[in-house]
């Protein structure tokens, strides 16, 4: 593992660090970039770093972390540092026996270490800290001689009132423990109190008058806390609780240790082992227990709060779903009737058909939207990484919009700054996040409006980062919204001239898909000026010696003709549609109507006679899965290889692994993309044969 010195981040201009180690034996780099505000470190004690300096620095001295109490200039700090670095660089300060004067002229004992990577961990100690804690030493030791040596004394019957004292303050400790910072015995009737246990650093006398003592707690309990605790905490009231019998009373408050406040609890206990007319007193830090169960409720709260949005976003979801999908389902029907009213009118007939295919496609593209979210919510959604021209991947997804853009009075521009095209990339999801985007663009975006598209390389290297910035001048989103842009099913609802068409899950979709490429996303946007979304993505860049030959690469033509393929469908209607596709093409059709027809005709064949199988999974009889698993079993040469695709409406995550663990090759979700049915056989089919000719050449 290796540590880079602080640097300036190119991108945020920040400073920055750097780890990184090698992965295994390869040439693959595991690198990290660690921005030195993110660093943190827990000590024991709370109150270890009150006048102590602790400082983390680079091999060349800067500073990466400091945890001081110094409040001079960052400058003034680091200059202060240097002088400690050269002094031990100089051997000057390798033990305690060679103190530094601070900036403030007092003496401190520095204590540092320095690690492998060449950074060292400095702490400052005052001299006052470290004589402080020998004299506590010092009357811990005489302490515990004295408590033996009364213990000693206690067996002769002349000692038995020290004794006496001692039972007194055993009493006083088993009934609080050694867990309080402070123990006080309280006589509520006489308004007096004993100091039983100090607090550090207290100037409290060791007994007086109890109204005084509650009075010194003002100058260390929170403000507005501090009626609530004299009214609960005062003579009278201990009175009342003790008449009631209440054995353990109190609360918690913050209280001011030095600079900081902390969360206490202090209580009030009774027990009959005490005088009848005291109590204790004992406060106890909780801070920790405290926070613990501040932060636990505020999950809670938190939890509770996402609960309810997304139960309400996912009733806005599902009410908006039933418009948006009747819609286009009511055009389909209606244009359907009015077709069939003009069949005699090509023209009109032409139009409706037209009207219909665009309306199908709007409702493919909303049920698209849940089925990507539920395989990205399940993992499902892998990133087929191959060579792309950057340049061209980008320009085919502009085609479409540059067209929109002359319908709709809108202008489109973009721009390319390049150094390298040739990358690794999966096109089909990058032009996946560039039209979400896109289509937001315009959709936002009134008549006479400008869309731009830029896109840059931000640096170079075998990995490269590189830019995509969507602008336009459109409506913009509100300050309310924009936290929530990302979240699924969340759409805005303002007042305006058009209406909000889609699932509420193209943001969401994206963001998925940007952070599994290892990309970023931000977005900022201002209503009525409209919205910048800028997406930062890593590819790895193909060298240009490193390119494949064209001629090489190449592979001859693919074609349908004469493939045998075995259909099991029980939709008649699908089935004629699926023939009548596969037939215009050349390929032969064998039919079967439910499961077990199939795998009959497949049993029954002579091996190799059907190309591939396409399976329905839900049909009579037998379902495709069961069929698939059927036909993998049976003991001839053809049924592990032979290409088994599910061509189905379930099309969600769960029945994707399902046909999976059945077997089955590949999926195709209904309704049919004919050239993406068309690009599995040839891969599938290509790859069985390849298979086939392998095993026919092993001697």
Not at 186 to 214: M, W
Not at 305 to 325: G, L, P, T, Y
Not at 547 to 556: G, R, Y
């Amino acid at each position: 593992m290796i540590f880079t010195n602080v640097y300036t981040d190119a991108i945020y201009n920040q400073p920055v660090i750097t780890a990184a180690q090698q992965c295994g034996n390869g040439d693959a780099v595991l690198a990290f970039d660690i921005f030195p505000e993110n660093f943190h470190f827990q000590f024991d004690s709370p109150e270890q770093l009150n006048e102590d300096s602790f400082f983390l620095c680079d091999s060349a001295g800067t500073i990466i972390y400091q945890q001081t109490n110094m409040t001079q200039s960052q400058e003034d700090v680091q200059d202060y540092l240097n002088t400690i670095i050269q002094k031990i660089d100089a051997g000057e300060l390798d033990d305690y026996t060679h103190p530094i004067t601070d900036q403030d002229g007092n003496l401190r004992a520095v204590s540092y270490p320095r690690m492998d990577n060449g950074w060292i961990s400095i702490i400052t100690v005052p001299y006052a800290n470290i004589l402080g804690g020998f004299n506590w030493l010092s009357l811990f030791f005489i302490s515990i001689i004295a408590i033996f040596f009364l213990a000693l004394l206690g067996m002769t019957w002349r000692d038995m009132k020290v004794n006496a004292r001692m039972e007194r303050a055993n009493e006083t400790v088993q009934a609080l423990g050694n867990s309080y910072y402070a123990l006080y015995r309280v006589n509520f009737q006489q308004n007096t109190y004993e100091l039983i246990k100090c607090p550090a650093h207290s100037n409290i006398p060791r007994s007086g008058t109890y109204s005084d003592l509650l009075q010194l707690a003002g100058n260390v309990i929170e403000a507005n806390a501090y009626q609530e605790f004299l009214e609960n905490f005062s003579a009278e009231n201990i009175r009342r609780l003790v008449k009631q019998q209440t054995r353990d009373f109190g609360g918690d408050f913050l209280r001011r240790f030095g600079e900081d406040y902390r969360w206490v609890n202090a209580r009030i206990l009774y027990d009959e082992s005490l005088s009848p007319e005291e109590v204790v007193l004992s406060p106890r830090e909780v801070d920790q227990e405290k926070q613990q169960q501040l932060r636990e409720r505020k999950l809670l709260e938190d939890s509770l709060e996402i609960a309810r949005q997304n139960e309400a976003s996912k009733q806005s979801f599902f009410s908006s779903m039933s418009h948006d999908m009747r819609t286009p389902l009511n055009a389909i029907i209606g244009l359907s009737q009015l077709a069939g009213q003009h069949t005699d009118e090509p023209e009109e007939v032409s139009k409706y058909l037209c009207r219909i295919n665009t309306a199908s496609r709007q409702l493919l593209e909303l049920i698209n939207d849940i089925l990507d979210m539920s395989r990205m919510e399940q993992g499902m959604v892998t990133l087929n990484n191959t060579p792309i021209d950057l340049k061209a991947c980008v320009e085919e997804c502009l085609e479409t919009f540059r067209y929109q853009a002359e319908q709709q009075g809108k202008q489109l521009t973009w721009d390319f700054s390049l150094e390298n095209n040739r990358l690794l990339a999966d096109p089909f999801r990058l032009q996946q996040i560039l039209n979400n985007l896109l289509s937001n663009a315009f959709k936002f975006t009134n008549k006479d409006g400008r869309v731009s598209l830029q896109v840059s390389q931000l640096d170079s290297g075998e990995y490269a980062k590189y830019k995509f910035v969507i602008s336009d001048n459109g409506i913009g989103m509100s300050p309310e919204f924009l936290p929530h842009l990302f979240d699924p099913y969340y759409r805005e609802m303002r007042f305006t001239d058009r209406q909000a068409v889609g699932t509420g899950l193209g943001m969401s979709i994206v963001k998925s898909l940007v952070t599994q490429m290892n990309g970023e996303i931000r977005v900022e946007s201002q209503p009525n000026e409209g919205t910048t979304f800028t997406v930062i993505l890593p590819f790895p860049v193909i060298e240009a010696d490193h390119e494949p030959d064209d001629a090489s690469a190449s592979e001859e033509s693919f074609s349908l003709e004469g493939l045998r393929i075995l259909l099991a469908e029980d939709n008649e209607v699908n089935m004629e549609i699926s023939t009548e596709l596969l037939t215009m093409h050349g390929v032969e059709v064998t039919q079967a109507w439910n499961g077990r027809e199939a795998l009959d005709l497949f049993t029954q064949s002579a091996p190799f006679t059907f190309d591939a199988v396409l399976l329905d999974m839900q049909m009579p009889q037998m379902d495709g899965c069961e069929a698939a698993r059927r036909i993998r079993a049976l003991p001839r040469p053809d049924a592990r290889e032979v290409p088994i695709i599910a061509v189905t409406a379930n099309a969600f995550a769960e029945d994707i692994a399902a046909t999976a663990a059945a077997g089955m090759n590949a999926h195709i979700s209904k309704p049919i993309d004919f050239n993406g049915l068309c690009k599995t056989l040839e891969y599938w089919t290509r790859r069985a044969r390849n298979q086939q000719q392998e095993e026919s050449a092993k001697p």
